[in-house]
């Protein structure tokens, strides 16, 4: 693949180094560092002159700092004269920030910020010209750019994972853990030909679920509890304990962005799953250490083969509904 390097951010290493590795390339020199006042300062230490240049860098870890890396070396590698910088951004940040939310008992619109328009904004601005990106949160984020977004899907790889890993996976049923995840359970259990069920969830405030409502029968099958993020995860945990409650044999969740902060793994730890199975968007090893129930499915074919057809000048499409792992 001539013309193009790949260079990795901080935020997730292993990754870049995986999606390298698949493509058949090195990763590109770049010395990331912070002076004594905490400025990000970005080297990159080859020439990108005429190159096609990807940037891995995951919305994860320290997320402010990250973002700012990834804008200073977009534009470091744009004056320097590169003929195209594409962000590959597996985990986007500020991804659930897409919208004002009601706020109050009268219906009312806050004064919240839509903030991941904001990144759109300053993705654009550093100077990328093609955003690649794994299952945002909102699908609507991408018309916050005015550059081309190519919005990935784990998808296959969950439907990979499901069959080669649950021995019953013909009597499962696909369960969504809140209303607005139906579209995503409805589509892998088409694929699968199985059942699918969700739970309407109700809140008091973010991040606390107040009561859940099971709509579909689970009685005597495996649950497979399917979501994009999990965060604290008091949403998945609260949903696996109403799955079993109402007569689920065994209960996995298959997220594609494993975020778990706070007290995400001790609730983990404590909840009825057999597994809770992750991609690797976000780096899980240490996490990984403290909760045998995590598991991780490696996307990193998905992200290299999106880079190569981006740089042949090829449709990804294709990865909507292939997975050559």
């Known amino acids: 693949m001539p013309n193009i390097v790949l260079f990795s951010g901080s935020s997730h290493h292993d990754l870049s180094q995986r999606v390298a590795d698949r493509l058949g390339l090195e990763l590109g020199k770049v010395v990331t560092k912070k002076f004594s006042n905490q400025e990000t300062s970005v080297e990159i230490g080859e020439s990108v002159r005429g190159e096609d240049v990807y940037i891995i860098q995951s919305g994860c870890g320290e997320i402010n700092d990250n973002l700012m890396e990834l804008l200073i070396m977009i534009?470091?590698?744009?004056?320097?004269?590169?003929?195209?910088?594409?962000?590959?951004?597996?985990?986007?940040?500020?991804?659930?920030?897409?919208?004002?939310?009601?706020?109050?008992?009268?219906?009312?619109?806050?004064?919240?910020?839509?903030?991941?328009?904001?990144?759109?904004?300053?993705?654009?601005?550093?100077?990328?010209?093609?955003?690649?990106?794994?299952?945002?949160?909102?699908?609507?984020?991408?018309?916050?750019?005015?550059?081309?977004?190519?919005?990935?899907?784990?998808?296959?790889?969950?439907?990979?994972?499901?069959?080669?890993?649950?021995?019953?996976?013909?009597?499962?049923?696909?369960?969504?853990?809140?209303?607005?995840?139906?579209?995503?359970?409805?589509?892998?259990?088409?694929?699968?030909?199985?059942?699918?069920?969700?739970?309407?969830?109700?809140?008091?405030?973010?991040?606390?679920?107040?009561?859940?409502?099971?709509?579909?029968?689970?009685?005597?099958?495996?649950?497979?509890?399917?979501?994009?993020?999990?965060?604290?995860?008091?949403?998945?945990?609260?949903?696996?304990?109403?799955?079993?409650?109402?007569?689920?044999?065994?209960?996995?969740?298959?997220?594609t962005h494993g975020i778990f902060s706070g007290p995400a793994i001790s609730r983990i730890n404590n909840a009825s799953f057999e597994a809770v199975v992750v991609t690797n968007t976000i780096p899980q090893e240490e996490k990984m250490k403290h909760c045998p129930k995590i598991q991780f499915i490696d996307i990193s074919m998905i992200l290299a083969e999106a880079i190569r057809r981006t740089h042949n000048g090829e449709s990804v499409s294709y990865l909507f509904s292939h997975v050559p792992l």
């Open 75 to 255: 534009n470091a590698c744009k004056i320097a004269s590169s003929s195209r910088v594409t962000a590959v951004i597996p985990c986007f940040p500020y991804a659930r920030q897409d919208k004002k939310d009601k706020k109050g008992s009268v219906e009312r619109w806050s004064r919240a910020p839509i903030s991941a328009k904001l990144v759109a904004n300053m993705l654009s601005v550093a100077g990328a010209d093609h955003i690649i990106t794994m299952d945002l949160h909102a699908s609507q984020i991408q018309g916050f750019f005015d550059i081309p977004v190519d919005n990935l899907y784990a998808e296959p790889a969950v439907l990979q994972w499901i069959k080669e890993n649950i021995l019953e996976w013909k009597n499962c049923i696909i369960v969504s853990p809140d209303a607005g995840g139906a579209k995503r359970v409805t589509s892998i259990a088409d694929r699968l030909n199985v059942d699918f069920a969700l739970i309407h969830k109700e809140r008091k405030k973010a991040n606390e679920v107040d009561r859940m409502v099971l709509v579909g029968d689970v009685k005597d099958r495996v649950a497979i509890l399917v979501d994009d993020m999990a965060d604290t995860c008091g949403t998945i945990c609260h949903a696996a304990d109403k799955l079993v409650s109402a007569g689920a044999t065994k209960v996995y969740a298959i997220l």
